[in-house]
């Protein structure tokens, strides 16, 4: 977002700016990634009303007042994770499915985070799967 000045090492002035920054701009997808603890989304989704919101979790029950809709996606299996990563590493086609198994493992199958492993392995090119998995660790 090209953010300046960007106040370093203070994490609330630094979501306050990303916020008004959203404002400016209010047509955004934020993402809430493997949200866990609700209280987190009671708090923020006044802060996030005027943006689309997708939030993954394993949470499947949300308090009704909250207006949450759910679409419950299933794990991939392990041949269709490898697959997926495969495709989008392309570069990275002649390393065995045994390299990019513990990365599928890890990932617990799920598809969004499947989708970031392989898109990262794709254009970082000095990493290779089994250098991801070691940084991942």
């Known amino acids: 977002m090209n953010l300046q000045p960007w106040p370093a090492?203070?994490?609330?002035?630094?979501?306050?700016?990303?916020?008004?920054a959203w404002q400016r701009q209010p047509h955004r997808l934020v993402v809430l990634?493997?949200?866990?603890d609700l209280d987190i989304l009671v708090d923020w989704l006044p802060k996030l009303n005027s943006f689309?919101?997708?939030i993954t979790s394993r949470t499947s029950e949300y308090d009704s007042t909250l207006g949450v809709r759910?679409?419950?996606?299933?794990?991939?299996?392990?041949?269709?994770s490898i697959d997926l990563l495969r495709k989008l590493a392309h570069r990275l086609q002649?390393?065995?499915?045994?390299?990019?198994d513990p990365i599928a493992d890890?990932?617990?199958?799920f598809p969004l985070?499947?989708?970031?492993?392989?898109?990262?392995?794709?254009?970082v090119e000095v990493t290779t799967p089994q250098r991801y998995f070691e940084e991942f660790r």
């Open 52 to 54: 689309i919101l997708l």
């Open 9 to 20: 090492d203070d994490l609330p002035k630094q979501v306050a700016v990303t916020l008004a």
């Open 33 to 36: 990634d493997n949200l866990v």
């Open 94 to 100: 002649s390393y065995p499915n045994s390299e990019f």
């Open 70 to 80: 759910t679409h419950p996606l299933d794990l991939l299996p392990r041949s269709e």
């Open 106 to 109: 890890r990932l617990s199958d």
């Open 113 to 123: 985070a499947l989708y970031l492993a392989g898109t990262y392995l794709e254009y």
